[in-house]
């Protein structure tokens, strides 16, 4: 990426014309935001609503400048995510929005064909829902059960794709933008060798698009029913983990009480201790699969192209897969010292 001296880092002057006045043909943003969630967004975000669309207009012209083949999405709502996810830092949120196509451009097994009905599989089985409500802070609880998951049914990378379009169509509500999400992983009946799927290289990949490659905001993550093996887990995990994120995992055990500090009985299902009823993954299902056009639309607009790519943000694959790999070789007899 070039240097401050190469680009303009501040808001363009309150006299410029927006990019919605120059091409009209964009979609013009609307804000959805409650009076609440400005006031939020403004405290913790440093959004500023009278400043909100000349802070877009200055990321999309670090766009065109430093990366003018990176066919991304230009909309005013689209590189709003990459802003909040990075509190109106523009240089981390050109950042962000680099790595998102990056990560999306380097995993072919995971985002070639990446819509709802491709991963229908996955969905039916359970492995990654929606809670119905949202805790008290407006955040999703995104529920993952890797006990649901078949490795001979289909790879890893499947449930990965699934979690992925979860994640996608979470962050069309500018609400969640905001507020950001909790993740709630039961861990129950994992075994050594379902657990020896999730090596280093994948866990690197997932903990890579989930820190940095996707604008998301990850507010906590609350393990449930872990057995003794997912020592050996978050031993192949942690090391990629910056410390903000780490310290934002809560590993509650079978300690329902633990985990009811942390999300309250009120919208967990019967299974986690709760009072929203038994757990029900087919309206979440119906929505994700619903939005099958949308998704066809929006990534239809993430054009790859044919000459060039952010190459200073690539690693090489097979260097990559090899340090990987090697890591691996010597976490397995963490895996079976736990187990």
């Not at 680009?7 to 609307?30: H, I, M």
């Not at 969630?37 to 012209?61: C, G």
């Not at 509500?173 to 020896?196: H, P, W």
């Not at 999730?198 to 905001?217: C, E, H, S, Y």
């Amino acid at each position: 990426m070039s240097g401050d001296s190469d680009c303009t880092r501040t808001s363009p002057s309150a006299g410029s014309p927006s990019d919605n006045e120059l091409l009209p043909g964009r979609p013009k943003y609307v804000c959805s935001l409650s009076p609440d969630l400005v006031t939020k967004a403004r405290e913790e975000l440093q959004e500023k609503p009278e400043w909100r669309l000349r802070d877009v207009q200055a990321l999309r012209d670090m766009v065109c400048k430093d990366y003018p083949s990176l066919g991304t999405c230009l909309d005013d709502a689209f590189l709003l995510r990459f802003l909040r996810a990075r509190k109106f830092d523009y240089d981390r949120a050109l950042q962000l929005l680099v790595n998102y196509h990056t990560c999306r451009r380097t995993w072919p097994e995971v985002f070639s064909n990446l819509k709802p009905s491709a991963v229908k599989p996955v969905l039916e089985s359970g492995f990654v829902t929606v809670l119905p409500h949202r805790d008290p802070e407006g955040r999703h609880v995104v529920c993952i059960r890797p006990d649901r998951w078949t490795p001979s049914n289909y790879p890893i990378t499947e449930n990965i794709r699934a979690i992925y379009l979860t994640l996608e169509k979470l962050i069309q509500s500018e609400e969640t933008q905001v507020n950001g999400i909790v993740i709630l992983a039961d861990y129950k009946g994992v075994s050594l060798s379902k657990a020896s799927h999730f090596g280093p290289f994948v866990a690197k990949k997932v903990i890579g698009i989930l820190q940095d490659g996707f604008p998301i905001r990850i507010k906590a993550v609350n393990i449930i029913n872990e057995p003794r093996i997912f020592k050996g887990i978050f031993a192949i995990i942690k090391p990629f983990l910056k410390e903000k994120i780490a310290n934002r995992f809560f590993l509650h055990g079978c300690d329902l009480n633990s985990l009811h500090q942390n999300i309250p009985p009120v919208i967990l299902p019967e299974e986690y201790g709760g009072t929203a009823g038994k757990l029900d993954i087919s309206a979440w299902n119906e929505l994700l699969l619903a939005s099958e056009e949308d998704f066809l639309h929006d990534f239809s607009q993430l054009v790859v192209p044919c000459d060039s790519s952010p190459h200073d943000l690539l690693v090489s694959g097979d260097a990559e897969e090899k340090q990987c790999d090697d890591s691996l070789r010597g976490m397995k007899p963490q895996l079976y010292y736990c187990y």
